[in-house]
DNA sequence: TATGAATGAGTCTTCATTCAT
DNA sequence: GATGAATGAAGACTCATTCAT
């Protein structure tokens, strides 16, 4: 039984980020108590006895997506270490578009309430979650940092996590829509938030 | 067997409400698919067998929720009405508070998640779901074209379902927290919004 | 509660009626177990829980029904009193093809089935089943005896008894066949039966 | 889950032959909808879950015994193909005898009308139990076509028909009765009708 | 007489999990 | 590592029966 999946490599690694899709596929699918382990399974092209060789239950499935969701996170919020400060309005805007668009985006917001609607339940799901987020929080809080001088950073931060959430679930409720953008509104916003200064 | 739930009266429309009280306190807490009929039953004061009695099935009661929740938002919407055009901006920021901090709205939001949780896989729930956006969003929009004169109105409904989605799925994500309130950099956002004159 | 359906007059009479004539048809229909009460109660035009204030429960619908039968074969029975004695072998024919083709009887043929079918596990029923049985018998014989000067009446009865349950065995199976015949080869025996002196 | 068990081989057949014949006696038992899928589990030493690896529901149960039953049946008819012209009467003679007394004969015949009354509401059965008499009637048809030289075929083989669901129907609406034995009447139908010459 | 609301035991079926091979 | 047969508890739903009105 595997407890740390985030330091696995090789085979094993492989095998666990097959089991790992195709259960983020069958949870958006089907919902976690609705996808089946044999479905999982089948998806991920092994038979069902074989996942308890990873995962001790399908309990450890999720912990481990939020576990790799969380790192994924990370690593795409470093992009923004790279980012000239006078950039970060249109590329946020243009992350927001992406999430009202792209595929993609779509299938890990749909994920992300899935997992948020079983956190509601699971206190450990809730636990990491939290984690995921505060480590999010800081690492963007302290890129802001480096950027801007000004004092309202955390601020900044709590509303960037608003809109996204707010993008995200209107999404994933609306369902992707032609040609759909962020609001002038609240590009106006963005725009307005990132020239301040204070 | 009952199909319209919005229109009894009595007896009836009492025992369907003992129903869906109960089955929304039992999703909250369990989901919907963790919420046993057994458990509804017991909550609803009712025998398990008799809930067939009013809903077919499961499924009805949710879509019952979801048919009773989109009156309810559609009744909070038309407090704005009788409101004066310079009070938009302060209401709102109540509102948005009261989601971060208060038990009802908590467990609205939480319901919510639910009920969009399971309309990824039930379509019927998702189109009620979407007939309930699309009218509340025309409630709105006539609202605020009575009390401001100006063309982008639909861009600022698209903005605020924005930040109530968003305000909500944190409220959710993170929990209750004391004292929590929504971020200045948001309030400017909506007082500016509607001081903008265009 | 009713013991004796058999010696009802008048309202409660009819009543009784009512619900075994609708009792029939969801038997036919749906099978003794697969018809509800509330079907029952449906078709009879009544409420289902008055359907217990003539009916002990659902067992002593089939049994009244298999007492209503009895009386009604036997009644169908006596007609052969009046025939003179050279054409039994038309008439029983013509009563066979009728078995064949013919939608009332099909229907008795089907309940006949259900009943019996029920009568395997119900052994008051299998009991009644046989009383009915032999009363039949003995009519027959009775009356055979009266009409053919022959000792071999219980033969020929037997002979007959398997004829027809052959026959209603093959329409309830085969379905209705537009102008199914009774085959010739069992004409012939018919007529051969009633011909021969013994 | 299977499709076609007339092609297993080893554990399976094995497995599945055992819930067949489970199955069989449970509904011989209790009917169709009186035994309950515990029962047949029990009877086939098997959990009830596991019944589902082979049967996708109780109907599919059904049905595979309506299969294999025709098969049976089949094979039996086979028999006739050794037997001289002459024995031919004898031979059927004592078929029915055996339906009247056997054991065995007793079984299937029951289980043949818990099946055909189950096939009056599941048109699926009813299709299978077409399907079966119908290949019945031809293998018999030209057997009989193989040793007698007569225009009459179809009409024998309907009226014998007849006569063995007329045996059958009798032995299980009457139970076993000691030393019964087919009507002299009859036998002597079976004589004439073998020894005509057309 | 008549209704239909109410009960709860019982049914089929699913599914996470284990284990022999 | 890998399979899939096997288990059994739990869930949604049905239905005969009772009872207050």
């Known amino acids: 039984m595997i407890d740390d999946y985030t330091q696995l490599r090789g085979r094993k690694a492989l095998r666990c980020s097959q089991v790992l899709?195709?259960?983020?596929?069958?949870?958006?699918?089907?919902?976690?108590?609705?996808?089946?382990?044999a479905e999982i399974a089948d998806q991920a092209q092994m038979s069902t006895g074989h996942i308890y060789h990873y995962f001790r239950n399908k309990d450890a499935i999720i912990k481990a997506i939020v576990l790799r969701e969380g790192q994924r996170v990370l690593e795409l919020v470093q992009e923004l270490r790279q980012l000239p400060a006078d950039s970060f309005a249109e590329f946020l805007i243009d992350r927001l578009d992406e999430h009202l668009i792209g595929d993609e985006t779509l299938?890990?917001?749909?994920?992300?309430?899935?997992?948020?609607?079983?956190?509601q339940r699971?206190?450990?799901?809730?636990?990491?979650?939290?984690e995921n987020e505060s480590r999010k929080t800081e690492v963007i809080e302290n890129i802001l940092r480096e950027k801007f001088d000004r004092d309202d950073i955390p601020d900044i931060v709590d509303a960037l996590n608003t809109l996204f959430a707010g993008v995200s679930a209107s999404s994933v409720r609306l369902g992707k829509t032609d040609g759909a953008r962020l609001s002038p509104a609240l590009r106006r916003f963005l725009r307005d938030l990132f020239a301040e200064k204070r």
């Open 122 to 130: 699971n206190p450990e799901i809730a636990g990491l979650l939290r």
């Open 21 to 37: 899709d195709a259960a983020s596929i069958c949870f958006v699918d089907k919902g976690f108590h609705g996808a089946g382990m």
């Open 107 to 119: 299938f890990q917001s749909r994920l992300s309430f899935e997992i948020l609607a079983e956190s």
